[in-house]
């Protein structure tokens, strides 16, 4: 939508509609069929999606007037933090804590807003998904320091400010699975993903982290592997944390294929 058009539908809101209706795509349980219902809400100014479908919870009857059961989602820090009630939201993956209403009623022109779950994880109920996987995918990846022990190991090794500030900028990933579902690679275990080498990236970085650096590349060499990146760059696109996932993916295949050619060298 260009600004002009923004600017008429802001001034429409100053005569906001009356009633928000929220089409959800729900599921009984896993396996089963899909379906979907509308819920119709008063309209109020500055509500986030959580806080409209807090509003269906307490009534949940739809629109036509059928008494239903309240919709499941996750939900945790309702701060863009912890990634957990991620969802899609007028065909668009982002958190639903910081979507705003008024924002989506503005891009959409209309009084409607639908909301799905994730589909590139097993959709365990309604909105709520199983992101199991990509927790499996950091372990796969070693995403973690190792530590010899509990006791104090002195002063941490020296980083200078701008290697910091780039660990930095991976670092705040929250496993939100953004990146995943924006990616047509990503889909029946066939690649591993943005996230999980953007965090192979993060700890890669780390001066104690680079001695376990060959663990972590391993671990993007398999059949799901970095090599199927399609460079679509959907990932970066949608990432609510801004993170530069393709420089991750670029730096850290060219760091395995170095490490193929010249890694027996080190033996």
């Given at each position: 939508m260009n600004q002009a058009n923004v600017h008429q539908e802001k001034k429409r809101l100053e005569n906001p509609p009356q009633t928000i209706e929220f089409k959800i795509q729900r599921r009984d349980r896993l396996e089963a069929e899909t379906r979907w219902e509308t819920f119709e809400i008063?309209?109020?100014?500055?509500?986030?999606?959580?806080?409209?479908?807090?509003?269906?919870?307490?009534?949940?009857?739809?629109?036509?007037?059928?008494q239903t059961t309240p919709p499941v989602w996750d939900m945790s820090c309702l701060e863009q933090v912890c990634g957990i009630c991620t969802m899609v939201i007028d065909g668009k993956v982002r958190q639903s804590c910081s979507a705003l209403v008024d924002d989506l009623l503005i891009v959409s022109g209309s009084n409607a807003i639908s909301l799905q779950p994730m589909s590139k994880f097993p959709n365990v109920r309604d909105l709520k998904v199983d992101?199991?996987?990509m927790f499996d995918h950091l372990k796969q990846v070693h995403a973690w320091i190792e530590l010899d022990g509990t006791h104090d190991l002195g002063p941490a090794p020296a980083m200078s400010n701008e290697q910091a500030q780039e660990r930095y900028a991976y670092s705040r990933c929250m496993t939100c699975g953004c990146c995943l579902e924006a990616c047509p690679q990503y889909h029946d275990d066939n690649y591993i993903g943005p996230q999980a080498i953007a965090q192979a990236k993060l700890f890669n970085m780390h001066p104690t982290g680079k001695f376990?650096?060959?663990?972590?590349?391993?671990?993007?060499?398999?059949?799901?592997?970095?090599?199927?990146?399609?460079?679509?760059?959907?990932?970066?696109?949608?990432?609510p944390m801004s993170i530069p996932l393709t420089r991750a993916i670029y730096e850290t295949n060219r760091d395995i294929t170095v490490n193929a050619l010249f890694g027996w060298l080190k033996k």
């Open positions: 008063p309209y109020r100014r500055n509500l986030n999606v959580i806080s409209a479908l807090m509003e269906i919870r307490k009534n949940p009857v739809t629109k036509d007037g059928t992101r199991s996987k376990t650096i060959e663990e972590r590349l391993d671990g993007l060499m398999g059949d799901d592997g970095i090599t199927n990146c399609g460079n679509a760059q959907n990932c970066v696109q949608v990432c």
